[in-house]
């Protein structure tokens, strides 16, 4: 562990000299991305990171210890940041592996002409590095994953709005694969809506539904029922000549439940049930 | 009679199935099928998909693009190591379900190809074959 104190002792003293060939190493590295960060902020995470480093190297060189715990912070938060700025991996973790150079110089200077003790240190040092290298590969893919997950709820619930059309009549256009767990949001939205409303005529349209198996079939027909059940009806919309084919061949039976090609002869249907008439004006002329 | 391509991927989660359609939606396409041929052929993968998922507790989808002298199709094989089907008569009956569905997806998805094939053994798994020409 001596051999480890005298390590940090040596970072400490040279930090300037090292820290100015890091930063030479980080600016000419062609992954770094000068257009999203500022040389004088790299100064500064660099300074701080290698405080941390040097601390952390004189009381261990096994990065799961404890005392790298402030290291891995620090690199986690930087990689977080760098993920969210749009940087790419490689690009993130070339912060941490350009600091090797330096520190090898350093090993060098030290120990000399002893090949023996050269390779045991340089290897100890590469295992390090590469161990906080992987790490912050490791912090930016799940930040990504995070942003993922996120946006995969979003798109949940923004793929399925429920609309008014007119008074009374609500239209449900659905876009995407209608799995169960979709279904389940689609059918709360749209009973909601029902009951806020009062609607009396409720237009699902699956114009934008790829594949119409029996599964989807099913949910379709569940969702109608629902709705029957709330006082309202349904009507499908935007059944495409191949879509009809299929759902005919399948043996699915969708007599109960009124149909349409398109969205346009689904309103009117629900307009005629209400009684009301949309009908171009006469022309003045 | 020549096979162009082939593709091999497993059926573990509904992601592997939205994918697994893409891919044999992709092939009919390439393979020159109409609308209506593409929008059965994939229908039925996806029936069968999720049966290998749901019933055989996930397995694999080979996906091959069929030359036969003119002919051009697309062929479909769904394997997994499940418990099986113990009456294949009975699981192919309009109606007939173990876990709520409609009970069409065994039978409708054999009106929806050309070629249709299955074998099953009690404790093995299942293999289900399609083909759908041009």
Sequence with gaps: ?285 | MAVLRDELIGLRSMDDMIKARQLVRDCAIFQGLSLVDQTKIVTAASELARNTLVHGGGGEMRLQALNDGPRRGVKVIFADRGPGIPNIELAMKDGYTTRGGLGLGLSGSKRLVNEFSIESQSGKGTTVSIVRWK
């Design chain 1, 1 to 285: 562990m001596g051999q480890n104190m005298q390590l940090a002792e040596e970072i400490r003293k040279r930090q300037d000299a090292i820290l100015k060939d890091w930063m030479a190493y980080q600016v000419s590295a062609l992954t770094l991305r000068r257009d999203l960060v500022k040389e004088s902020e790299l100064r500064e995470t660099s300074r701080q990171f290698l405080e941390l480093f040097s601390e952390a190297i004189g009381v261990s060189t096994d990065t799961s210890s404890p005392s790298w715990k402030p290291v891995k912070d620090s690199l986690a938060e930087i990689s977080q940041k760098r993920a969210a700025q749009g940087f790419s991996p490689s690009e993130t973790a070339t912060f941490v592996l350009s600091l090797k150079q330096p520190l090898f110089d350093l090993v060098q200077q030290r120990v000399g002409q002893d090949g023996k003790r050269l390779a045991d240190m340089l290897w100890e040092f590469t295992k390090l590095l590469d161990h906080l290298g992987l790490y912050t590969t490791e912090v930016y893919q799940e930040s990504r994953e995070g942003v993922i997950s996120r946006q995969q709820q979003e798109l949940m619930e923004l793929s399925t709005p429920v609309v008014q059309l007119w008074d009374e009549v609500l239209a449900l256009p659905l876009i995407g694969t209608l799995d169960s767990a979709r279904t389940q949001v689609v059918m709360e939205n749209l009973l909601q809506r029902v009951v806020e409303t009062g609607a009396r005529i409720a237009i699902i349209d699956i114009t934008g539904v790829p594949t119409v198996d029996t599964l989807v079939a099913q949910h379709l027909m569940k969702t109608v029922a629902a709705t029957r059940l709330m006082g309202a009806d349904c009507i499908i919309s935007g059944i495409r000549p191949q879509i009809a084919q299929t759902i005919v061949h399948l043996g699915v039976n969708l007599n109960d439940i009124v149909t349409k090609a398109t969205l346009a002869d689904a309103f009117e249907v629900a307009l005629a049930r209400l009684g009301a008439t949309v009908s171009k004006a006469a022309s003045t002329s």
